[in-house]
């Protein structure tokens, strides 16, 4: 059983920065994946950045050069760093867990795990 809790989040003006932390408890997986999701009112949920047990990395282009994953692998604690945010980013996070594969694809449906969500609004 995996255990995912996200928090962080709050409310920043455009232009600033938020750091998610995703963390979770489980036990030791040879292989796994860590996404973030995101999702707005009224929208679909939207994958924007993934990485795996080795450290690859993969991220949308809505947040490609602003967003940055990183790993505490003794803290099982995933984070999200987000700069330059902008009014668009404003939505609830998720972060997502597949154990024992490695793989950056980014659809709904092979994450097992979720979390509850951490909300991030961005508005001046």
């Known amino acids: 059983q995996v255990q995912l809790v996200e928090s962080g989040g709050g409310s920043v003006q455009p232009g600033g920065s938020l750091r998610l932390a995703c963390e979770q408890s489980?036990?030791?997986?040879?292989?796994?994946?860590i996404a973030w999701f995101r999702q707005a009112p009224g929208k679909g949920r939207e994958g924007i950045a993934a990485i795996t047990s080795s450290g690859q990395t993969f991220y949308a282009d809505s947040v490609k050069g602003r967003f940055t994953l990183s790993q505490d692998y003794a803290k099982k604690t995933l984070y999200l760093q987000m700069n330059s945010l902008k009014p668009d980013d404003s939505a609830t996070y998720y972060c997502?867990?597949?154990?024992?594969?490695?793989?950056?694809?980014?659809?709904?449906?092979?994450?097992?795990?979720w979390g509850q969500g951490t909300q991030v609004t961005v508005s001046s």
């Open positions: 997502a867990f597949r154990p024992n594969v490695a793989s950056l694809n980014l659809q709904e449906s092979v994450f097992t795990y």
């Open positions: 489980r036990g030791t997986f040879l292989y796994y994946s």
